[in-house]
Structures are given as structure tokens and as C-alpha cells.
């Protein structure tokens, strides 16, 4: 019972280098979303995807690329990493979240990412 | 707008101590209200939720009541235990979007 599951859990990167946050979930769940935490400012949304082949920007979607070629997959793709961009990534999914505003999240573990 | 407002940490008790931790919120429409509580090192996972107004959420002796006169949602636990040691983040789900507080650090000392 995997659940969600975010690799890689660390990444440290130089400035200009890009990379792909890789978020996988087996619940067959459609709602699919990237949030980054940073100290006193809670989870903030970077982007969310209802289904295949839809996403929506969340509140900080600047330098964030996402995609969503399956159920299952929802990588996150920073084209070209920036100091602001060190912080904790988090992927959730949900069931649904069309019919109802009372879905609760999984969220994965967390990738502690460091931009130098 | 959308918005979380929870009350600043640390919060320091002893064990069996009674636990408030304010959270207020502003949004559109009828949002659904959550607590979410992360432990060191893990993702966030659902405490307690409330759909609407007079709504009590509960779980694990927790407690939450959404409060639409006042917009808030304040977590609340009568007797506080060591494991309880976490942090505690409300939130709210509003048109396929969650927005949360900056989150409350809870430490319990025996």
C-alpha cells in the first residue's frame, strides 16, 4: 500500500541547473498537487491537476512546469533553478474534488530541495 | 480572497495541560475546513474536518468546531499528551484549491 510516493527525498542544485520532482500515487486518485513549504509561511500551491492532461497554476507557479500524462504521475520541473526556490516540496492527491469540497489529501513524504 | 490565519508557535505545555490553537479564515463562497498535523520528517496527514457551518469535527480527542459568525475554526484537546508533540496546520479547500495557516508547533514536556 504504496500510497504517494515523492523521490528523489534530497536534491541540491547550483543556480541555472533544472530538474524533475517525480510524484507517483496507486490510489487512482484524479486530484494531484505540488505545494512547497518554507519556515512561517505554511504549504503554499504551486500547481494542481484534476485528471490526465489537465493542470491550473496554484498561488507560486512561477518557474514550475508540471505535466499529466497519467493517472498515476505528476512530476514537478524546475527549468532553471533560482536560491528562492530551496524549500520543502510536498505531492498530495485526492479522490475528487469536483463533486465535493470535503476531500482530504495524501500527501508523500517530501523532497528537501537546496538551491546554491 | 482565500486565506489561513492560525495562531504563531511554539505553543509549550505540560502533559494533561488544555490545548487552544486559534485559526481564523477568510473566503468566498463555503469552504470545508481541516486540520492537518505533521510530525518530524513526514507529510502532512488529515487530524479532523468540518463541511459546514455548526460542524464539529473530531478525532483522537481533538476537537474543531466551524465557526461561520466568527470565521474560525479553533483546534482544541482537553488533556495533551507527549506524542501530541507535533505541528498542526489548518486549512481550507475552496473551488479545488487548499490554502494553509503557516502552522502551529505544538511541544509537550512531560
Known amino acids: 500500500n504504496a500510497g504517494v510516493t515523492q523521490t528523489p527525498k534530497f536534491q541540491v542544485l547550483k543556480t541555472g541547473q533544472s530538474m524533475t520532482l517525480q510524484c507517483a500515487q496507486d490510489?487512482?486518485?484524479?486530484?494531484m498537487s505540488w505545494y512547497r513549504q518554507d519556515p512561517g509561511m505554511g504549504l503554499r500551491l504551486i500547481h494542481y491537476s484534476v485528471g490526465a492532461g489537465i493542470t491550473d497554476q496554484g498561488e507560486v507557479p512561477n518557474g514550475y512546469n508540471v505535466s499529466r500524462s497519467t493517472t498515476e504521475d505528476f512530476p514537478l520541473r524546475l527549468l532553471s533553478a533560482a536560491p528562492s526556490q530551496t524549500s520543502v516540496y510536498f505531492c498530495?492527491?485526492?479522490?475528487?474534488?469536483?463533486?465535493?469540497?470535503?476531500?482530504?489529501?495524501?500527501f508523500g513524504s517530501g523532497t528537501q530541495l537546496s538551491v546554491l | 480572497g482565500n486565506s489561513v490565519t492560525q495562531m504563531e508557535g511554539p505553543v509549550t505545555l505540560s502533559e494533561e495541560a488544555f490545548l487552544t490553537i486559534n485559526c481564523t479564515y477568510t473566503?468566498?463562497?463555503?469552504?470545508?475546513l481541516f486540520w492537518y498535523v505533521q510530525y518530524p520528517g513526514e507529510g502532512l496527514q488529515l487530524l479532523l474536518k468540518?463541511?459546514?457551518?455548526?460542524d464539529k469535527g473530531s478525532n483522537k480527542g481533538f476537537e474543531a468546531t466551524y465557526r461561520k459568525e466568527t470565521t474560525s475554526f479553533h483546534l482544541e484537546k482537553g488533556s495533551v499528551q507527549v506524542s501530541d508533540s507535533a505541528v498542526y496546520f489548518c486549512?481550507?479547500?475552496?473551488?479545488?484549491?487548499?490554502?494553509f495557516g503557516s502552522g502551529t508547533k505544538l511541544n509537550v514536556k512531560p
Open positions: 468540518a463541511t459546514k457551518a455548526d
Open positions: 490510489m487512482n486518485h484524479e486530484y
Open positions: 473566503a468566498t463562497g463555503y469552504p470545508s
Open positions: 498530495a492527491s485526492s479522490y475528487s474534488i469536483w463533486a465535493t469540497t470535503n476531500e482530504k489529501l495524501f
Open positions: 486549512a481550507l479547500n475552496n473551488f479545488n484549491k487548499f490554502y
